[in-house]
Each structure stands twice: as structure tokens, then as C-alpha cells.
Nanobody, 115 residues
């Protein structure tokens, strides 16, 4: 099982990034997918989640209206579009897959929001 995140980098405040997560080794369409983040010195927090068939999404209050989670089950990929980025969005972003007792994590991709 592997979850590989990509798309992180350095962006100025107000800018946008799109993160991607391409899992392999399990049946992607069965799994609820989530993005978490962990800022330096802080606990990991849930950013956004999407149900297995994509019909239901949820977001942390801090990113509502700015971030959009989506998935393409045909491409086995989940995305996180991040707009209007703020310095406080700086963190390592992790992809997570959950189904029944199965719980898989990627290694993360760093997003730095700074001028």
C-alpha cells in the first residue's frame, strides 16, 4: 500500500496550490479519503474529507470557502485545491485513506505560505 502526495511548495499569501494524492495497493473507490495537516509545533488536524463515492465532503472551519476536496475514482486520485492561502496554512499536508479498520497514510507534502 502506498499513498503519494504531490503539489506542495512555496506560495505567496493569497495564492493557490493543488495537492494530489495517488494511492496504490488497495481498492481506492471503497475508501473515504481525507487531508490532514500538521504545522510546526502543533498537532495534526483534519483539513477536509470526502466519502468513497464523492457524495459527501466536510471541511475544517478554518478552510471552509477556500479549500475544495475532490476525487477521481477512475484515476485513483484525490485532490485538495487550496485558494486564498494564508501564512497559517503552512504545514505538512498528509493524505489519509480509511475503510472499516483499514487506515493508511502518506508521507506528506510541505506547503509553505510566505512572502
Amino acid at each position: 500500500v502506498q499513498l503519494v502526495e504531490s503539489g506542495g511548495g512555496l506560495v505567496q499569501p493569497g495564492g493557490s496550490l493543488r495537492l494530489s494524492c495517488a494511492p496504490s495497493g488497495f481498492t481506492f473507490s471503497w475508501y473515504d479519503m481525507k487531508w490532514y495537516r500538521q504545522a510546526p509545533g502543533k498537532e495534526r488536524e483534519l483539513v477536509a474529507g470526502i466519502s468513497s463515492v464523492g457524495g459527501s465532503t466536510n471541511y475544517a472551519d478554518s478552510v471552509k470557502g477556500r479549500f475544495t476536496i475532490s476525487r477521481d475514482n477512475a484515476k485513483n486520485t484525490v485532490y485538495l485545491l487550496m485558494n486564498s492561502l494564508k501564512p497559517e496554512d503552512t504545514a505538512v499536508y498528509y493524505c489519509n485513506a480509511q475503510w472499516r479498520s483499514m487506515d493508511y497514510w502518506g508521507k506528506g507534502t510541505l506547503v509553505t505560505v510566505s512572502s
